[in-house]
């Protein structure tokens, strides 16, 4: 399977823990994207990198969330002190420059 | 980038055409129209995109008016597998673009094809 992977599908944590959320890109994809989206609503930007470099932040990305992209390839979406509005669907998506993104499954974050 | 305006549902009969409609009204020159839709608890995937001129592809026919102020996203054969949320999103590049520009999402339109 070459689409954009992402890992893990579903995680239930308890509020004020630490998760983290791994996203692997179709290859060669330069451009990576993170989203957010909750129960009813369209998928939210979150944050954009190309390569290794994080280009944009979102005011939803809050100091308690930080994304990393090392090589430029595979990135992490972390969350620290997770609280119940966290809850939502973490979608991952990655293009070749301005083309179109393909997104990955995403991954169910669930804080009980 | 520019908003979209669709209707929140549609119904269509399976192997009917389904013709979902979105205006955007205020898209500007170097904005193209792309199309995505979600089945129930997947990831958006991508259907079709256009500048101008009408586009198919193996999925949907895309056809934007002549002003570029609406298009229409077009399934052929409806099947029950195409029910889910279908999202216009106007937006800045394509693919000599160099700049960047993400996708803005909506809350787009719920269709429901029913045997």
């Known amino acids: 399977d070459t689409g954009v992977s992402q890992d893990p599908r579903h995680k239930i944590t308890k509020r004020g823990q630490n998760v983290t959320f791994r996203c692997d890109p179709i290859?060669?994809?330069?451009?990576l994207y993170w989203y957010r989206q909750t129960l009813g609503q369209g998928p939210e930007f979150l944050t954009y990198f190309q390569n290794e470099a994080q280009l944009e932040k979102s005011r939803l990305l809050s100091d308690r969330f930080s994304a990393e992209r090392p090589k430029g390839s595979f990135s992490t979406l972390e969350i620290q002190r997770t609280e119940q509005g966290d809850s939502a669907m973490y979608l991952c998506?990655?293009?070749?420059?301005?083309?179109?993104?393909?997104f990955g499954q995403g991954t169910r974050l669930t804080v009980v | 980038d520019a908003k979209t305006t669709q209707p929140p549902s549609m119904d269509c009969a399976e192997g009917r055409a389904a013709n979902l409609p979105c205006n955007h009204s205020t898209i500007s020159g170097n904005e193209y129209v792309y199309w995505y839709r979600q089945i129930h608890s997947q990831g958006p995937q991508y259907i079709i995109h256009g500048l101008k001129n009408n586009e198919t592809n193996e999925m949907a026919s895309l056809i934007i008016t002549e002003d570029r102020k609406s298009s229409t996203l077009i399934l052929p054969h409806a099947t029950l597998r195409d029910t889910a949320v279908y999202y216009c999103i106007v937006r800045a590049g394509g693919a000599l673009n160099s700049g960047y520009s993400t996708l803005t999402f909506g809350k787009g339109t719920m269709l429901l094809v029913s045997p």
């Open positions: 290859s060669e994809h330069n451009r």
């Open positions: 998506a990655s293009s070749l420059a301005s083309t179109e993104a393909f």
